[in-house]
């Protein structure tokens, strides 16, 4: 079903993207609309990250609160319009407390370590969300009291794809046919498999459900709306429209504002070529907001409206490749001196997708190979796009890719013909739904990333993304779930059964992880999760990287300069230099 009008009129809005391209503040000015056209209204956070209570200026939390007082104070209108706020991280340790309680003073300290640490990654955190995600698609009390329910990000494709996986757990993980990743999340699954099934039931009725892909007009966020609605579509969820959030009004006399503004359009016109999938969905767009859209009032002007075309743009300036580079370059300077003090290191561009990691990690491993340094620069991003021509402009350095589906197939098959070949047919066919999940496919790109790892003993090696923290703790544990990874990945350990993977990170003088961000609260957020999660394995970022940051841009347009100081007020907030114990550096708009 093409939606066309706006706001879609369905039981069930279920708004997803990427950090940071503005899913909050969409759902937020929708509820708003709804409820203000006499609709009763619940508005359902499940993002970590969630700012709605500061949207709208009120406490809110895991409870349904009331709005309507507020909005009436400060809008004048009367309206029946409610909102909860599901923190996922409370979620998630109720659920690991649910399956660990029974048997916490029964298990030996280090097989509940164990335990704990099987319970700690993200597929916990998308089930135990999962589970009070469904309150509010199947309850009859909460179901019947709202005309609408909408919910700021609804499920991924991974977490129906684990909801969706063979009912009969109990037998399943008997056999021993699970990926062990995964089977710490699962085991609380089979009594709530009926519930689940109505829930997905819900998501695939497009006269119930309308879901809504929010991203920016740029490639990599327009990628993963992409891969989210092939991913959603596999499993029946078929996403019907596309709302491109944030666009650049027309620029003034200013060259920078004038070739950003170019460029989302030519995004936008090459829409039908770029992503034909997302082509198909009804298009929306939203200008972009000076400032961070906060109040009732702000929400008031988050107004999507269907996008037509912009016919008969000038050509779009191009840009030097070279010349960005130097000055992605020339902004991280320092960092360049740090790494290449004390020999060869291993140097981690990590972070969410989409905000410049590649860029860093180019920009770096060309920095060093000017110096006469032998580098050796590679990614496990399945949606790099590493210049593979840099070895041919810097002597000394090399470019290699790691293709996830590549080596999760090698995976897969080397499970099957080992451990698969003693299954019988449904535990076979078990097994091989199982291999499907992400779980697996963490696994099965450790064992590239670890030979890579082993090249900084001859040169320096700059990775383009790199394992979380809970993979590397998984695959660093004791016991027989640590044998078993082991042998299934082919990975090596040392003598005190430690990782020499883990080990090389570990320590300071070998490896220099840096996070890459963007100006923007949600992906540093994210990006804090992400040193929070990397600090249980008991690695140390040596450095933050602001990307894409205005503050470091010359410009004479009214308007990028308020979103310049919107963004230094942000970097402040959340980075201020007397918390931080380790240096910020900022790379200017390229």
């Not at 991280?89 to 298990?107: C, D, F, G, T």
């Not at 078990?430 to 496919?441: H, K, R």
């Not at 809970?470 to 044998?483: I, M, V």
Request: aromatic share 4%; with cysteine; charged share 20%.
């Amino acid at each position: 079903m093409l939606l066309s009008q706006w706001p879609p009129t369905t039981k069930f809005l279920m708004f997803t993207g990427k950090g940071g391209v503005g899913k909050t503040t969409v759902s937020c000015a929708t509820a708003l609309s709804l409820a203000t056209q006499g609709r009763k209204v619940l508005l359902v956070s499940t993002d970590p990250a969630s700012n709605v209570a500061q949207v709208f200026g009120q406490s809110i939390g895991p409870e349904i609160t009331a709005l309507g007082e507020s909005v009436a104070r400060e809008m004048g209108v009367e309206v029946r319009l409610d909102a909860i706020e599901i923190d996922p991280n409370m979620e998630a340790e109720k659920y690991r407390e649910s399956i660990l309680a029974p048997v916490r003073h029964l298990l030996p300290p280090e097989v509940l370590r164990e335990s704990e640490e099987t319970l700690s990654g993200s597929c916990t955190v998308e089930v135990a969300s999962f589970n009070r995600f469904v309150d509010f698609l199947v309850s009859p009390n909460i179901v019947d009291a709202y005309d609408h329910i909408v919910f700021d990000t609804a499920p991924t494709g991974h977490t129906l794809r684990l909801l969706a996986l063979p009912g009969d757990w109990s037998s399943f993980i008997e056999k021993g046919t699970g990926d062990a990743s995964c089977l710490g999340p699962l085991s609380g699954l089979d009594k709530h498999r009926q519930t689940y099934e109505d829930a997905v039931n819900v998501l695939k009725d497009p006269a119930l459900t309308t879901l809504v892909l929010v991203a920016r007009a740029q490639d990599s966020t327009l990628q993963e709306a992409e891969r989210a609605a092939s991913e959603l579509s596999e499993l029946g969820v078929n996403p019907q429209a596309l709302v491109v959030n944030a666009l650049l009004p027309e620029a003034d006399n200013d060259p920078l504002h004038r070739r950003l503004m170019l460029g989302e359009q030519h995004v936008l016109n090459g829409l039908a070529t770029t992503h034909p999938t997302l082509n198909g969905m009804g298009c929306f767009t939203i200008p972009m907001n000076p400032e961070p859209v906060m109040g009732l009032k702000g929400l008031t002007t988050v107004a999507p409206e269907p996008h037509e075309g912009v016919l008969g743009l000038e050509e779009l300036p191009s840009s030097d490749a070279t010349d960005i580079n130097e000055a992605v370059q020339a902004a991280l300077f320092q960092a360049t001196e740090q790494i290449i003090e004390g020999g060869p290191k291993v140097v981690l561009a990590m972070g969410k997708g989409g905000v410049g990691k590649t860029t860093v990690a180019q920009a770096l491993a060309t920095s060093v190979a000017s110096k006469g340094l032998p580098v050796l620069l590679a990614t496990t991003d399945p949606a790099s796009h590493l210049d593979m021509t840099l070895p041919q402009k810097y002597p000394g350095l090399d470019v290699v890719s790691i293709d996830p589906r590549k080596v999760v197939e090698e995976y897969r098959q080397e499970v099957l013909n080992t451990k698969g070949a003693v299954l019988d047919a449904d535990g076979r066919a078990q097994l091989i739904e199982d291999l499907a999940s992400p779980c697996t496919e963490e696994v099965a790109v450790f064992r590239a990333f670890s030979a890579v790892l082993e090249e900084s003993d001859q040169r320096w090696v700059v990775i383009d993304t790199a394992p979380t923290g809970h993979t590397l703790l998984l695959l660093d544990a004791t016991g027989s779930y640590h044998r078993e990874l082991m042998r299934q990945s082919g990975a090596t350990e040392e003598s005190d059964g430690t990782l020499t993977a883990l080990m090389r990170l570990r320590d300071q003088s070998r490896t220099f992880p840096i996070l890459v961000t963007l100006p923007e609260s949600t992906p540093i957020l994210e990006a804090k999760e992400l040193s929070d999660d990397l600090a249980r394995a008991d690695i140390t970022p040596r450095a933050w990287v602001i990307n894409q940051y205005l503050p470091m841009n010359q410009t004479q347009s009214t308007f990028l300069q308020q979103r310049a100081a919107a963004q230094r007020n942000t970097v402040e907030r959340y980075l201020a230099t007397d918390q931080m114990r380790i240096p910020v550096w900022e790379i200017p708009v390229a």
